[in-house]
């Protein structure tokens, strides 16, 4: 089985082989439906992900999602900056220490967008 495994790795990319799985299951099925008469049930698998390089274009639904990400990212990092110093200052928060997370969430806003959600 495992020589089977790495030859099936070596011979066929990683998109195609549930493309090649569903070819020999149909062609098996069809030959099987010949020989008996009667159509068989098959179930039908979800079609293979699409394989992309690393540095194709993104698509709009991937770039929603990072911008999603970002804006949790940015929520997080005031909430955690302001929490920061409520836990330093025995329960007391001022308009400047909210003032300090507002900040800190625009700088992981704008590194993330930057980098991560352009």
Do not use: H
Not at 2 to 28: H, L, T, W
């Amino acid at each position: 089985p495992r020589a089977i495994n790495q030859a099936i790795a070596k011979y066929y990319a990683p998109g195609m082989r549930e493309e090649a799985a569903e070819d020999v299951s149909a062609k098996s099925a069809n030959s099987k439906e010949a020989k008996s008469g009667k159509p068989e049930k098959t179930v039908q698998k979800p079609a293979a992900k699409e394989v992309r390089s690393k540095s194709a274009p993104l698509t709009e639904d991937q770039k929603r999602e990072r911008l999603m990400i970002t804006a949790i990212a940015t929520c997080w990092s005031i909430i955690g900056t302001v929490g920061l110093f409520w836990f330093l200052n025995n329960g007391l928060v001022g308009v400047q220490q909210i003032m300090i997370g507002v900040v800190a969430g625009a700088v992981v806003f704008g590194l993330m967008k930057a980098t991560y959600a352009r």
